[in-house]
């Protein structure tokens, strides 16, 4: 569909708020759109469908509206400072009013207040989803990464392939943290990795496998299995309500299974990785850990990695111990540890007890390799940093939660060419990030959807293997018998739920490099 936009430069403006050395609270953007000020600001671009209007609460806001749903999508852009807030968190808060907003066709369509940052490792979107209808005012709130290769950076306001009329007011944009300081010098020697093999290579698993299952993927040489204590579903999960005895009870039976399966990987010489998918509280419904909203939930996740390190300290088939899958902070109470600051302490409290299993790190937003050559690494020994490959994900992901045209790899994708060479300069990052400190890289998930046309998903891994293992790092495909979308057991017809009766190309791929296995 084509997009008509109404564009709004304000780099001199904002430029001029914007101190060189910034610090978290430091105003980019604040727009109230009373006064003559900002009328003369927003003059230039007011139109039929942009107009400042006054409000039933006597103020001006900012009004976008969409009349049908075959005319351009209408927003306005306003450009942000990229090159000073390369590396920063920043929130975006709005106050938004709407009105007969219709149905979107997709989740990240509708309403939007979205952050677009443009970079060499390719483009990212984050932004608040807001409801559809009609509602009153409400406050949208949300933390957004800057990437560190980031050259352009612009925030959306408006409506995309959808009609109603919305209204904006109170616009801030403000610093949420500092980049990462500079590192340090690294330590010499070879980086801790927890094992003394040459590498892991495995994958994630479904969280029923019985005994078979293991033997099946013994057979293929694999020698490690991220294991993941999932309740239910993801990102959402009974955990969600917030009940912590049934959260409880719950990991108990989670690890009675994990525990029924140790000699059977022990015999088989498959190295287990703990992995906490649900944690305490779950998710709200901007896919937030709960973990960051209230202090029961953080208290809960200590007194269960106590709980954890306790029973496993003396097992040899464990490797290590994944903190948090994928972990979202979101906007925190000032009285709640981000989760740095909760990596921390969880890791003190662990050491306590297990001196000897390694301990992953994934960071925050979502452990995407841009949010990992983000963070700071902990002041620990003993410590390995994993991140999660599905770049980008409208390849990766298509037509799982949405009906497109097939999208193929190599090739063009969201205007970029995607191809090995574009993988290598996106993973980079995370060789850089990883020299800088001389730490040891797990790659924790990665994949392709089985139903990508022709044989982009072979390719496509392929690729990243490559990449993986030219760099040195343990990897964990996504995964093995767990959703048949991203089984290497499964031929590429969507509608084909039945395991292949004959070897897939991916299933060759993972086993031809599984055979360089060590155990």
């Known amino acids: ?13 904002t430029a001029c708020v914007i101190v060189s050395a910034i610090n978290k609270g430091d105003i980019i953007v604040q727009h109230n759109f009373d006064g003559i000020t900002e009328q003369a600001t927003w003059n230039k ?23 049908q749903l075959d005319s351009p999508s209408t927003w306005v852009q306003i450009t942000l400072p990229a090159s000073t807030l390369r590396g920063c968190k920043i929130r975006i808060q709005a106050a938004v009013k709407a009105e007969n907003i219709s149905v979107p066709p997709n989740s990240w369509n509708g309403i939007k207040i979205m952050l677009h940052s443009k970079g060499s490792s390719g483009d990212t979107y984050p932004q608040q989803n ?58 010499a020697g070879p980086p801790y990795k927890g094992h003394n093999l040459t590498r892991l290579r495995g994958a994630m698993i479904g969280i029923n496998l019985q005994e078979q299952d293991f033997r099946d993927f013994a057979s293929w040489n694999a020698n490690h299995v991220r294991w993941q204590l999932l309740w239910n579903g993801f990102p959402h999960s009974p955990a969600d309500d917030g009940d912590i005895p049934a959260y409880e009870t719950w990991l108990e039976s989670a690890l009675k299974h994990l525990d029924s399966m140790l000699s059977v990987c022990r015999q088989l010489g498959i190295h287990i990785l703990v992995d906490l998918h649900t944690p305490p509280g779950g998710r709200n419904s901007e896919k937030e850990c709960n973990l960051f909203k209230e202090k029961r939930f953080q208290d809960a996740f200590l007194t269960l990695w106590e709980k954890i390190a306790r029973r496993y300290k003396d097992e040899s088939v464990i490797w290590g111990y994944d903190l948090v899958n994928e972990p979202v902070e979101g906007t925190m109470p ?71 045209p097939p999208i193929s790899y190599p090739g063009i994708i969201s205007g970029q060419m995607w191809n ?67 089984s290497v057991e499964h031929i590429g017809d969507k509608n084909n739920t039945q395991r292949a009766p004959v070897p897939t190309d991916r299933q060759r791929l993972l086993i031809d490099w599984f055979n360089k296995n060590e155990h």
Not at 54 to 67: F, I, M
Not at 457 to 471: H, K
Request: glycine share 6%; aromatic share 12%; net charge negative.
């Open 334 to 404: 000032d009285t709640l540890m981000d989760w740095r600051e909760l990596a921390i302490v969880t890791v003190q409290r662990i050491r306590a007890i297990d001196s000897q299993h390694a301990i992953i790190i994934e960071a925050a937003p979502w452990g995407g390799p841009g949010a990992l050559a983000n963070f700071e690494p902990l002041p620990f020994e003993k410590i390995v940093y994993s991140f999660h490959m599905y770049e980008p994900g409208e390849f990766t992901h298509q037509n799982v939660y949405n009906d497109i």
């Open 130 to 187: 807001l409801p559809q209808g009609t509602f009153d005012w409400r406050m949208a709130d949300y933390v957004a990464n800057v990437p560190l290769d980031t050259d352009q950076a612009i925030l959306a306001l408006g409506l995309e392939a959808v009609t109603g009329a919305v209204w904006f007011d109170d616009l801030n944009v403000t610093v949420y943290s500092k980049p990462r300081p500079h590192p340090p010098t690294p330590p």
């Open 420 to 486: 090995k060479e574009q993988l290598r300069h996106n993973l980079n990052r995370v060789l850089n990030w990883q020299r800088d400190y001389n730490v040891h890289i797990y790659v924790g998930e990665f994949s392709a959807i089985r139903w990508a046309p022709g044989d982009s998903a072979y390719a496509y891994l392929r690729d990243n293997i490559d990449i993986f293992e030219e760099n040195g790092w343990d990897w964990a495909y996504h995964a093995f018998r767990e959703w048949p979308g991203w």
């Open 45 to 67: 671009v007011l139109g039929p469908l942009v107009q400042l209007v006054t409000t039933e609460r006597g103020s001006t806001a900012l009004r976008t509206d969409r009349k």
């Open 1 to 13: 569909m084509k997009v008509t936009c109404f564009v709004l430069l304000l780099t001199l403006l």
